[in-house]
């Protein structure tokens, strides 16, 4: 059976899965989904947008009057699920609603429904760290995340890196794949030297320190971060700390076994979630933003530093070179004597520091969720067949 054109006008009716908007827990896919979703609301409002939510949503999600918000139940957060929300429910709501084309920005999308999908792919960790899923989900995503590669009629992905290992590990058609790099928010920004000073006083006892943002998980390499900076202050002896702000992820035990056995662990600092307003106030006033993860769809926090004229220590591997160029101090993520020795010319040269500062500052200007909200209508305006 072939779908019937719905539309024949310029106005377009967008589904778009938004069940990731969750008031006041806006983290990875929800923060992606709300900085592209309020751009492209505001921006066409010829268009309508009808988000689908898998629970009670919070108003303020609801950009503008051309945005019709409608929750679908149940809540999607198990394999079970998942497949009631996309293959049973959604194909309901697209019957009654008719969009001309679907947006989906967490790697899932509907198998079975027939109207045209847009996807974005972050990522394959599923499928090349299968371990580091969690268990409930990992069975689930090794079956279905090349399932719903190969069902989308395009694919957005956040780098050229994850573009190409797409189109080589799931055997896609590169014309099929577009890579939107990611964009930063506006909290992320330089700070005043006395400020810094006082979120040195909060977080750190008034010393100097690097940072870290992101899940604790071993994949982020925070086991190596860690011995890397113990090597570093039996070197140096220097007053620095290391803090780490999020949450404790799966398979942790690798990350606690190198704190507990670090020498220097009273100057590492476990910070839990942190706010948004503290966490870019953390950004802004660190020594240096350490990111040395050993596999990264984009590697936002980098970009965050580089709007914060912070100095940026990253693993020479997978797109984090993309995104810092020649902005970043890049160390081997898998030698911890290179990661220390980044460490301390990071702590040591000041100049060379602010040199990479210097350099960020042009780097940044080639990212923004502007451009990227317009490359990714562009985009669905072609697979709605309004190109």
Known sequence: MVLEKWCCCDNMRIAVNARFLLPGRLEGFGWYTHEIMRRMVLSHPEDTFIFLFDRAYDPDFVYASNVKPIVVSP???????FRIWFEWMLPRVFRRERPEVFFSPDSMCSLGSEVPTVMTCHDLVPLHFPEQIATRHRAFLL??????????????????????????????????????????????KPVQDIEKQQVMVQFSDGKPYFFYTGAI????????????????????????????????AWQTGEVRQAYEQARHRADIRFLGYVEETDLARLMASALAMTYVSLSEGFGLPILEAMYCDTPVLAANASCLPEVAGDAALYADPLSENSIAEGLEKLYADPAFALDLVEKGRLQRTKFSWDKAAEQTYQCLKQTAGHA
């Open 143 to 188: 079956r279905f995340l090349p399932r719903y590669i190969r069902r989308a009629d395009h694919l957005l992905t956040v780098s050229e890196y994850v573009r190409q290992d797409i189109a080589q590990t799931c055997q896609i058609d590169e014309a099929k794949i577009t890579a939107v790099h990611n964009g930063c928010r506006s909290i992320f």
């Open 75 to 81: 809540q999607a957060r198990h394999p079970i699920l």
């Open 217 to 248: 998980h071993p994949r982020k390499n925070i086991h190596r971060l860690i011995r890397a900076f113990d090597a570093f202050k039996n070197k140096t002896g220097a007053p620095v700390l290391l803090l780490l702000a999020g949450r404790f």
